[in-house]
């Protein structure tokens, strides 16, 4: 990133940056799993860190000159068991992937069971889909919501657990929109003696400001990324009990990681004050503010919710009631300068490519200063994508009334490329 008056000499790549940040700024960024850090965050991310090797740990590495590396970390670990309350954290894994894989690999062997969420019914593919590490190397089972209510069916993750014995159970996901019970799923645990393993990644920053259940004090591990709600850079951390500490060390280093990303965990660090900070909370609170005044607004107009609302940052839309696909929204929404993404429904008939849903978040919005009001006008130009999403030229012109919106809501104004 450059300020204004700084010139980028790669003429080609400066093109390309200039287009993304024009393209973040004109647009309305509703991926739920996305935000936008602060200009601090993002300069401590580009930092000297960049250069640095520090495999290993703090005063335990392979690499001279590792003594501000080794404060550095510190620094940001001390930072994570202030806000989340854990005994231990590793701050190194490069994403949420790394994070759960090596959270497996501390307590489980190939071979070995585990229970998670469906992903149509809201769960991530970490969490034992074939297409991923975790389906292709553990014996899945997968439980979901109640068809009449749309929340987790306790009562099938219980049958399950003792039918399946797996010997880790995996709650949290990438599309469920509502309160997690984490004292049940730790209850069922313990009856079948399994791990209880929590991803936390969408909702960890409303963990973070006391205003989602938290999971830190029940489960054995629990995951998260750091770029979501937490409106870090994109990255990992896995927090557990002290006595699970060196197996989940291990396996991040060197079990499947080499040198850590020494700027990134710099920019954690950065993101993770200001986590620690009282606006925080009051950014939380607007986070959900905004999610439901868009929910509302978007079942008054018509549109049938997944589980009639949520309790998060998120929420997903049904579309079969429209006769619409995911596919179909996702790029309407998109020619009209809304970015959000299509998303399976639970008891889901489309494949993964189409879907019959879409997948809403109001975390970037509210960092850009949106409020109710606000979220208002942006439902309103939802519906009136959707409703008219054959039609490019009326999607045409309401781009350029999301442009005009966006000048409201200046983002980074004080970078160019
Ligand atoms: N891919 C992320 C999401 O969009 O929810 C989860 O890792």
Do not use: W
Request: hydrophobic share 40%; with cysteine; net charge negative.
């Amino acid at each position: 990133m450059f300020s204004k008056d700084d010139n980028c000499p790669d003429q080609q790549l400066t093109a390309i940056l200039r287009q993304e940040l024009i393209r973040q700024r004109t647009k309305l960024e509703m991926i739920a799993s996305e935000n936008f850090v602060s200009e601090a965050v993002l300069r401590v991310g580009a930092s000297v860190f960049t250069n640095k090797y520090a495999e290993g740990y703090p005063d335990n590495r392979y690499y001279g000159g590792c003594e501000y590396a080794d404060e550095l970390e510190a620094l940001t670990q001390a930072r994570v068991r202030k806000i989340f309350g854990c005994e231990h954290v590793n701050v190194q894994p490069h994403c949420g992937s790394s994070a759960n894989m090596a959270a497996f690999f501390s307590v489980l062997s190939p071979g070995d069971g585990i229970l998670g969420m469906s992903l149509s019914h809201g769960g991530h593919l970490t969490h034992g889909a074939q297409v991923s590490f975790s389906g292709r190397l553990f014996k899945t089972e997968f439980y979901g919501v109640r068809e009449d209510t749309e929340l987790i069916d306790y009562d099938e993750v219980l049958a399950k657990a003792e039918k399946a014995r797996p010997k880790m159970i995996i709650a949290g996901g990438s599309a469920y929109p509502r309160t997690i019970d984490f004292n049940k799923f730790k209850e069922i645990a313990d009856r079948v003696k399994a791990y209880l393993l929590v991803d936390m990644a969408h909702f960890a920053g409303l963990v973070a400001a006391g205003l989602f259940p938290s999971p830190v004090p029940v489960a054995d591990i629990v995951t998260t990324t750091t770029h979501k709600t937490l409106r870090g850079p994109r990255g990992g951390l896995i927090l557990c009990r002290k006595s699970l500490a060196k197996a989940v060390d291990d396996q991040i280093f060197p079990g499947i990681q080499g040198g850590p990303l020494m700027h990134i965990i710099a920019a954690k660090a950065a993101a993770l004050g200001e986590a620690l900070e009282p606006e925080f909370i009051d950014y939380q609170r607007q986070v959900l503010k905004n999610a439901q005044r868009l929910a509302v607004h978007l079942a008054d107009s018509g549109y049938r919710l997944v589980s009639g609302g949520t309790d998060t940052h998120l929420l997903l839309i049904d579309l079969r009631t429209q006769n619409m696909t995911g596919q179909e929204a996702e790029i309407a929404l998109d020619k009209a300068g809304i970015t959000a993404n299509k998303n399976a429904v639970p008891f889901e008939r489309q494949n993964y490519t189409v879907t019959s849903g879409l997948r809403l978040g109001s975390a970037a919005l509210t960092t850009r200063g949106l409020v109710e009001r606000d979220m208002d006008q942006v439902a309103e130009f939802i519906v009136e994508s959707l409703r008219h999403y054959e039609d490019d030229s009326y999607l045409r012109k309401i781009r350029q009334r999301v442009e005009e919106f966006t000048l409201r809501f200046p983002l980074y104004p004080n970078f160019d490329f």
